[in-house]
């Protein structure tokens, strides 16, 4: 069953890639649907059977297909395993994937690689549950690379515009460099481990035998990883960048999963980071910065997409705060409420661009409260989510969260977290009032949307109400049922239900307060950022860092490169050879001379050799 | 008397003629430098053929100077003709397959 | 060992100057008809050498073939060619040349002599070497060579002809 929900979608994929690619006939766009979104609807399908499994007791299914290296001490075997984890996680990637690729039918309707585009989506969702069911690192690796290689072709979609194409490669090159570290981590853990099988349990078994700083040094790595993933900084300056591709790409890969697979990573790996406690504070602290930082610069971007992707970062932020001090569960609890609440802003987000013609500004938007209104509820509840407002799902995720750093002792993360909020819920909704309820001077003609676009919509609104309920711990009633289904090793930690009362209600007070001063600021009339302002410049160029990193390491490694090509190669590896030619041609023109076609002169160089010859040999005979 | 004088003089005679063959042009000069050295070597066969009691050796130098009749009259047939067609009997002037000349 | 009277070296002597002085005559005179008169003197002198060796036969032959034949036909040669001095090379550095390769022949005279004089060798009673002791030699034992030889003196008949004919296409004016 395992096996299936992995190579389904491949399957799917290389499916729709042969018949787009060889077949003389264009098809309809219905036969690319029924595959493409038949297959992960086929998938969801077997999640949840599985789902089913883990519910009515099982602990952890593992399947094994193939023994596929085995060179000495390292033997990987193609195998899938699904404990607790990976079933949490496949039945949401499954579930959100399938609406965004119904979402998806809609958007991309008048594309002419409408079939492309499923066959690349289909590959990114077998490689993502391929990551998630993996049974030992080599094999989440591949599913990671392959991650990382469907988020470029989807990026670079609209491969006409070239700055395009420098998107996608830039995603994929800053992937790379967290690869690099990635790799080293597991090369690493490897050696140390030589001897015994490499997959998660018996890693997990032999952990302790590891010394301790050398684990910390490949946690480091491996986080270092997720960084190029997960968009943390300093990684992080692809996923702006990345919004050049189609909305429901944003969606899926670059809001609910394929970002989140740094977190996932790190839970999986919970056996090693609670040996290294000292990394996890590093990497909440990173995670703590991250969050503000991407809150800081999404309150002053103008364009929607960009501002939820750094939106996305800020609650990635929080997720590593999470994983970082040792509450897994409350982590992968938030990646879960993320996705829901996300892919519904992405996608709403997606149905205003689409109906009004393509327009990204938000400035340039307004009052579309009455003229989409089943766009505008689903997003309001959606933006109630993410700024964490009770009942809705991101209240317990990130109150969760909040609490527990709270209650170790990590009081400027926390305060850092809660600032956060302030910012998160402030910009959520001046994008938020800014697009639907701000007086728009000019109305433009709306769009028609199809309903593959809007039902998708509904039913993820449904989830961003309700999903919080599965992890409301005993403070509010509930029994944190994902944690203990979780089973990952979380610290434990105790609190007066008092102090968290207070936390959370400090939380709300703060989203309230943002909310407030958005509306203020932008509900009625639109406030164009002045950028005299030092302050406002420096923000609203994002802190410039994209400069920097161009100025201090593309410039740089492009001035060696060009170094290497105009000088070393051809003056100095050339250089020998042709040094060495021209000795020769030298040479040999010396000895040409030789040659003046007078016999006379060749028998004066026959005397001359036998005469040194005799020489020779009277000096050997002794009769000189 | 020891044969020792005679192969004194054959190697003197054998000298004299190498050198007149190496620094002389005239074609004719080197021709008869060469038959020089030939003469030589029959001097120190007839030599030989004292010393060791039998006529071999004189045999040997009378073949030899057969050879010597038959080079002759190829040599200076070559001499004739190649005064035909280049009206100069100067080794030097016959360089043809020179490095300069045809690579130069 | 043989006595050795005054009288075989004088003339061993006399001939050997004699030889000596033809050979230098050939190669140090400019004019190519001196040169053959050297030689000649050399032949003759070579000859006498071949009598004073016993070898009776072999001096005629000399005579008969080197005198007769080869410095004939070179004189011939020369005569019929009939340079006139301003037309013959103009070797301005001959005796440059002779130094040199003289410096350079003085090793390989020196090995040739030095590696025939180790021998401890000396002259025995011989017969003269008549030409019934030569013919009887050249027709038992040598017979193989003879017969090799007369082809070889074919063979350079015809290439002397050929070499040397006149041949009609190359009176055509070509250099």
Redesign the interface.
């Known amino acids: 069953m395992l096996s299936l929900i992995v190579l389904l979608p491949f399957l799917s994929a290389l499916f729709m890639g042969c018949v787009y690619l060889f077949s003389n006939i264009k098809r309809k766009n219905s036969f690319y649907t029924f595959f493409g979104v038949g297959t992960p609807l086929l998938v969801t399908i077997f999640s949840f059977m599985v789902g089913k499994e883990f519910i009515s007791g099982s602990e952890m299914i593992h399947e094994s297909l193939f023994q596929w290296v085995n060179i000495g001490g390292f033997q990987v075997e193609i195998a899938f395993m699904a404990d607790a984890l990976s079933v949490v996680m496949i039945s949401f990637i499954t579930f959100i994937g399938t609406l965004i690729h119904l979402y998806a039918s809609g958007y991309m309707k008048e594309d002419d690689g409408y079939g492309k585009f499923f066959s690349y989506f289909n590959l990114f969702m077998g490689s993502m549950l391929l990551l998630v069911l993996a049974d030992n690192p080599i094999m989440m690796f591949i599913g990671w690379e392959l991650v990382g290689l469907s988020s470029y072709l989807l990026i670079g979609f609209y491969h006409q515009d070239s700055s395009n194409i420098t998107a996608a490669n830039k995603a994929f090159i800053l992937n790379r460099v967290g690869d690099f570290a990635f790799i080293s981590g597991i090369s690493l853990l490897f050696v140390t481990l030589e001897g015994s099988a490499f997959t998660y349990l018996s890693i997990a078994e032999n952990i302790s035998s590891i010394d301790s700083q050398l684990l910390s040094v490949i946690g480091l790595l491996l986080f270092i990883g997720a960084m190029g993933k997960s968009a943390q900084i300093p990684l992080y300056v692809w996923l702006p960048d990345a919004m050049a591709g189609p909305t429901p790409v944003s969606a899926l890969i670059h809001a609910a999963t394929m970002v989140t697979a740094g977190v996932y990573m790190v839970a999986r790996y919970s056996f090693l980071y609670v040996e290294i406690p000292d990394i996890g504070v590093f990497i909440a602290s990173i995670g703590a910065a991250s969050a503000l930082f991407a809150a800081l610069i999404a309150s002053y971007q103008n364009d929607i997409k960009k501002i939820l992707a750094y939106s996305t970062m800020s609650q990635l932020g929080y997720m590593f705060i999470a994983v970082g001090l040792g509450f897994y569960s409350s982590g992968i609890f938030h990646v879960f409420t993320h996705a829901f609440f996300k892919a519904l802003l992405f996608m709403g987000a997606g149905a205003v661009i689409v109906a009004l013609h393509h327009e990204q500004n938000i400035f340039k938007m307004g009052q579309l409260k009455e003229r989409l209104p089943f766009v505008y509820i689903t997003m309001f509840i959606a933006t109630l989510a993410i700024s964490g407002i009770a009942p809705f799902a991101g209240f317990f995720s990130k109150d969760a969260i909040l609490v527990a750093t709270f209650a170790s002792e990590h009081y400027v993360i926390w305060a850092i977290g809660s600032f956060t909020v302030f910012l998160t819920a402030f910009y959520m909704f001046r994008l938020f009032f800014s697009v639907f309820h701000a007086r728009e001077s000019e109305q433009k003609e709306l769009k028609e949307l199809p309903n593959s676009m809007t039902k998708p919509l509904l039913v993820l609104a449904i989830g961003s109400t309700f999903a919080g309920f599965l992890g409301v711990n005993e403070a509010y009633g509930g029994s944190a049922i994902l944690n203990s289904f979780l089973s990952l090793p979380d610290k434990t930690l105790q609190i007066n239900h008092s102090v968290e009362y207070t936390l959370s209600f400090v939380n709300t007070l703060l989203a309230f307060v943002g909310i407030f001063y958005a509306y203020k600021k932008f509900a009625r009339d639109k406030k164009i950022i002045d950028e005299e302002n030092l302050f406002n410049k420096l923000l609203v160029n994002k802190f410039y860092i994209d400069e920097l990193y161009q100025y201090f390491i593309v410039k740089p490694l492009l001035f060696l490169s060009s170094c290497i090509v105009n000088i070393i190669d051809p003056k100095i590896f050339d250089g020998v050879f042709h040094l060495n030619v021209w000795s020769y041609k030298k040479a040999a023109l010396v000895f040409a001379k030789l040659q003046t076609g007078n016999v006379r002169h060749y028998s004066l160089y026959i005397l001359l050799s036998v005469s040194m010859l005799s020489l020779y040999m009277l000096y050997n005979f002794g009769w000189l | 008397m020891s044969p020792n004088l005679f192969f004194l003089l054959a190697s003197v005679i054998f000298s004299i003629g190498l050198v007149g063959l190496v620094s002389r042009r005239n074609l004719f000069i080197i021709y008869m430098s060469i038959e020089l050295m030939l003469s030589s070597v029959n001097l120190i066969l007839a030599t030989f053929s004292r010393v060791l009691g039998n006529a071999d050796g004189s045999v040997i130098a009378l073949l030899i100077m057969a050879v010597i009749a038959a080079e002759a009259a190829l040599f200076l047939a070559m001499i004739v003709h190649l005064y035909r067609s280049r009206k100069t009997i100067d080794s030097d002037q016959y360089n043809a397959l020179s490095q300069e000349k045809n690579y130069a | 060992m043989?006595e050795?009277s005054i009288l075989?070296?004088l003339v061993?002597s006399v001939l050997?100057l004699f030889?000596?002085g033809g050979?230098?005559a050939?190669?140090t005179?400019k004019q190519?008809i001196f040169?053959?008169f050297g030689?000649l003197l050399?032949?003759i002198a070579?000859a006498g050498?071949?009598a004073l060796?016993?070898?009776q036969?072999?001096a005629l032959?000399?005579i008969m073939?080197?005198v007769g034949?080869?410095v004939v036909?070179?004189m011939l040669?020369?005569l019929?060619?009939n340079?006139k001095e301003e037309?013959?090379?103009k070797?301005k550095n001959?005796y440059k040349?002779?130094i040199?390769?003289?410096l350079?022949?003085?090793?390989?005279?020196?090995?040739?002599?030095?590696s025939?004089?180790e021998a401890y060798?000396?002259?025995?009673d011989?017969d003269k070497?008549s030409s019934q002791?030569?013919g009887k030699?050249?027709f038992s034992?040598?017979v193989l060579?003879?017969e090799i030889?007369s082809i070889?003196?074919l063979?350079?008949?015809l290439?002397?002809?050929v070499?040397?004919r006149?041949d009609d296409t190359?009176q055509k004016g070509?250099?």
């Open positions: 043989l050795t075989e070296l061993f050997a030889m000596i050979s230098i050939v190669i005179n190519t040169s053959a030689f050399v032949m070579l050498m071949f060796l016993q070898s036969f072999l032959a000399q073939i080197s034949a080869v036909l070179s040669t020369i019929t060619v340079l037309n013959l090379p070797e001959r040349w002779m040199v390769a003289t350079l022949v003085l090793p390989i005279t020196y090995l040739l002599y030095r025939m004089d060798i000396y002259f025995v011989i070497v002791v030569v030699l050249l034992d040598w060579p003879f030889v070889l003196l063979t350079a008949m290439g002397a002809i070499i040397a006149k190359e070509r250099t």
